[in-house]
T-cell receptor, first 115, second 112 residues
Framework: KAGVTQTPRYLIKTRGQQVTLSCSPISGHRSVSWYQQTPGQGLQFLFEYFSETQRNKGNFPGRFSGRQFSNSRSEMNVSTLELGDSALYLC??????????????FGPGTRLTVT | AQSVTQLGSHVSVSEGALVLLRCNYS??????LFWYVQYPNQGLQLLLK??????LVKGINGFEAEFKKSETSFHLTKPSAHMSDAAEYFCAVNTGGFKTIFGAGTRLFVKA
């Protein structure tokens, strides 16, 4: 079975621009979660989607948004980029809802650098 | 509220020595507990999980963890460290609240 894929792997953007990151979950997985990872803040939960519905959201500003398509693929968007948005963005898929007995399978991440 | 505390942001051991990475959790309901490992420039990978079956859980690469309800702990151990074990390790808890809570991570260094 193919793993979780994320595109692009690396991205350099300028402050004020917007960016869209993509995640393709493992086939059959309906839950997709997004995380931001930085050296200072560690792993921070952004949001989770299950069957095209956002089930939970972390403490991030409204500039961070996401969506999930009917094939479970997900995208996250960050508008009006700030220098502090530079991070590794990880996507994880799971058979069931986050918070249950199911483990998450992570993609390799998209490293976003904002200059 | 649920939380996860990993004691020690950095742990250093010699090759062949015991690895012990500590994790304590706080949860008002029976938790599901996980350990993940992250190698440089990669995503997280599941090492093992506890879902209310046996309290001693065996995972990949020779790691195991014991769920101790009375101590609210889920420490990760490996009898003999290998150079390839150098990575960052994350403890995580699921408590049915639509979210996985991750610890801050422990970076393991293995000395030759």
């Amino acid at each position: 079975k193919a793993g979780v894929t994320q595109t692009p792997r690396y991205l350099i953007k300028t402050r004020g621009q917007q960016v869209t990151l993509s995640c393709s979950p493992i086939s059959g997985h309906r839950s997709v979660s997004w995380y931001q990872q930085t050296p200072g803040q560690g792993l921070q939960f952004l949001f989770e989607y299950f069957s095209e519905t956002q089930r939970n959201k972390g403490n991030f500003p409204g500039r961070f948004s996401g969506r999930q398509f009917s094939n479970s693929r997900s995208e996250m968007n960050v508008s009006t980029l700030e220098l502090g948005d530079s991070a590794l963005y990880l996507c994880a898929s799971s058979l069931g809802l986050a918070g249950g007995p199911y483990e998450q399978y992570f993609g390799p991440g998209t490293r976003l650098t904002v200059t | 509220a649920q939380s996860v505390t990993q004691l020690g942001s950095h742990v250093s051991v010699s090759e062949g020595a015991l690895v012990l990475l500590r994790c304590n959790y706080s949860s008002s309901v029976p938790p599901y507990l996980f350990w993940y490992v992250q190698y440089p420039n990669q995503g997280l990978q599941l090492l093992l999980k506890y879902t209310s079956a046996a309290t001693l859980v065996k995972g990949i690469n020779g790691f195991e963890a014991e769920f101790k309800k009375s101590e609210t702990s889920f420490h990760l151990t490996k009898p003999s460290a290998h150079m390839s074990d150098a990575a960052e390790y994350f403890c995580a808890v699921n408590t049915g609240g639509f979210k996985t809570i991750f610890g801050a991570g422990t970076r393991l260094f293995v000395k030759a």
